[in-house]
C-alpha cells in the first residue's frame, strides 16, 4: 500500500487565523516531507524529517511550523499567514536514505491540501 | 549546483502514438535516483518511473520507459500507445534524500 493521506483536502483562511495541515502514511516510511506548489510550478521543498527529527528546513518563514508526532503523522502549523502563501502543499514520505532497499529515496506523495488565504 | 532542465513546456500527442519527453540534468555526483513523477489534474504526484544511476539497463513500466544516457546527463521518458487518461503534467526529479525538479511538460493527448 503505497499511499499517503491529506487533510483537508481544502483550506480557507484569514491572516490572522491558525489552522493546521495533517498528513499520515502507514508504510512505514521514516522520512516525511511538507511541499508547497503554485500553479504551473515544480513542488518546493519546506521541512523534512528523518526518524520524527526535522533534518532540513529549507529558510521557511516561521509562520510555518512542522510537527512530528510520531513516524506515521506529520503536521504543518500555520499561523498569521500572507496572501502569497495560498498554493497547494503536498506531503511526501519516503523509506529513509540511511535504508538498503533500492526504494530507500523514492517519495510518494499525498493528494495535497489547497490553501487559500485572505 | 545541481540542476535539472526539461526544455519542452507543452507537447501534444494522438491518442494511441508514441512521445517522449525529454529532461537533462547536471551533477558531479556518481550514484543518484532519478524520477519521472505525473501530475493530473486531480493534483496527487503520481511516480511514473525510476532509474538508478549505477544501472545501465532502461527502467521499464509497462507502456513507460526510460532513456537513460549517463555521460550525456540525459533521462528521457516514452510513452508508448498513449491514452486519454495519460494527460498531465509530468516532471523530471533527479536526487538521493533531497529531490531538485524540472520545470515540467504539460502532455495533452489528442482523441
Known amino acids: 500500500d503505497t499511499e499517503v493521506t491529506q487533510t483537508p483536502k481544502h483550506l480557507v483562511m484569514g491572516m490572522t487565523n491558525k489552522k493546521s495541515l495533517k498528513c499520515e502514511q502507514h508504510?512505514?516510511?521514516?522520512?516525511m516531507y511538507w511541499y508547497k506548489q503554485k500553479a504551473k510550478k515544480p513542488p518546493e521543498l519546506m521541512f523534512v524529517y528523518s526518524y520524527e527529527k526535522l533534518s532540513i528546513n529549507e529558510s521557511v518563514p516561521s509562520r510555518f511550523s512542522p510537527e512530528c508526532p510520531n513516524s506515521s503523522l506529520l503536521n504543518l502549523h500555520l499561523h498569521a499567514l500572507q496572501p502569497e502563501d495560498s498554493a497547494l502543499y503536498l506531503c511526501?514520505?519516503?523509506?529513509?536514505?540511511?535504508?538498503?532497499?533500492?526504494?530507500?529515496?523514492?517519495?510518494?506523495f499525498g493528494p495535497g491540501t489547497r490553501l487559500t488565504v485572505l | 549546483a545541481q540542476t535539472v532542465t526539461q526544455s519542452q513546456p507543452e507537447m501534444s500527442v494522438q491518442e494511441a502514438e508514441t512521445v517522449t519527453l525529454s529532461c537533462t540534468y547536471d551533477t558531479s555526483e556518481s550514484d543518484y535516483y532519478l524520477f519521472w513523477y505525473k501530475q493530473p489534474p486531480s493534483r496527487q504526484m503520481i511516480l511514473v518511473i525510476r532509474?538508478?544511476?549505477?544501472?545501465?539497463q532502461n527502467a521499464t513500466e509497462n507502456r513507460f520507459s526510460v532513456n537513460f544516457q549517463k555521460a550525456a546527463k540525459s533521462f528521457s521518458l516514452k510513452i508508448s500507445d498513449s491514452q486519454l487518461g495519460d494527460a498531465a503534467m509530468y516532471f523530471c526529479?533527479?536526487?538521493?534524500?533531497?529531490?531538485?525538479f524540472g520545470t515540467g511538460t504539460r502532455l495533452k493527448v489528442l482523441a
Open positions: 526529479a533527479f536526487g538521493t534524500y533531497k529531490y531538485i
Open positions: 508504510m512505514g516510511h521514516r522520512a
Open positions: 511526501a514520505s519516503s523509506q529513509d536514505s540511511l535504508g538498503q532497499d533500492e526504494d530507500t529515496d523514492t517519495q510518494y
Open positions: 532509474q538508478e544511476a549505477y544501472k545501465q
